[in-house]
């Protein structure tokens, strides 16, 4: 498994109001989540953003490096502005190299399906990543999907992915992860989806619920 090393230091302010003021200094606030609780941590903007060019979409372990000690963790989530799609704040998830963890593993789609290219349909794609269950150094960067065999109204499920040494499947082993299926079956399922979707909030006003959720783990840090 591949690691990327990320330069953090120890964060001492939390709080809405103080992580505006590191945000405009080029500094994303951070937590990490460990067997201790949550710590506040904090990271260069332009170092996080180099490190996500090189993470990419595969899955990868980061090795957060303070000034006294490394952790190994996960990339847990990340929350941006909605109008500027800057990065607001990251979690991170301390990992034990030698103990069993839950983590998501992307999918990757290989091949020219035959439903596709011979039969008409196309494809359509229902999970981008499943999770698995493994220690730190078996977590697969992707799991490769060969759907080159795929003919109209087939479907691969969870059960049909391939199995890799030391991962288990934690999504339900039914789960569907992509189907071939006909336009007019497409078209209807865009149908049903446009028309079940609300009026989206505007920029301004998805901006304010964005950074107080951002500020919960500072919060829950700060009690600590």
Known sequence: MRKIQLAVEKRDCCGT??????????????????????????VLKPD????????????????LKGKSKTRLSLLQATQRNPRTD??????????????????????????????????????DVVRHNVNVTCLPDDLPEYIEVNINDL???????????????G???KTSLTE????????????????????????????????TPAEAAASTADNQAAKK
């Not at 953003?49 to 993470?55: A, C, S």
């Not at 963890?101 to 039969?119: H, I, S, T, Y």
């Not at 003919?151 to 040494?165: A, E, G």
Request: charged share 25%; hydrophobic share 40%; glycine share 8%.
């Open 176 to 207: 569907l992860v992509v189907a071939c299926v006909s336009v007019e079956e497409e078209e209807a399922e865009q149908a049903a989806g446009d028309a079940a979707t609300t009026t989206a909030p505007t920029p301004d006003a998805a901006a």
């Open 86 to 123: 800057a990065y607001l704040h990251i979690d991170f998830r301390e990992v034990d190299p030698k103990k069993p963890m839950v983590a998501k593993a992307p999918l990757k789609f290989v091949g020219d399906p035959v439903g596709v290219r011979d039969e008409g349909g196309v494809l």
């Open 167 to 169: 991962v288990s499947y």
């Open 151 to 165: 003919h109209l109204d087939q479907t691969i499920h969870v059960k049909d992915l391939p199995q890799l040494k």
């Open 17 to 42: 109001t103080a992580c505006g003021r590191l945000r405009k200094k080029e500094v994303i606030p951070a937590v990490v989540y460990g067997p201790s609780g949550i710590e506040p941590l904090q």
């Open 48 to 63: 996080f953003r180099k490190m996500m060019l090189e993470k990419g979409e595969g899955a990868a372990l980061i090795e």
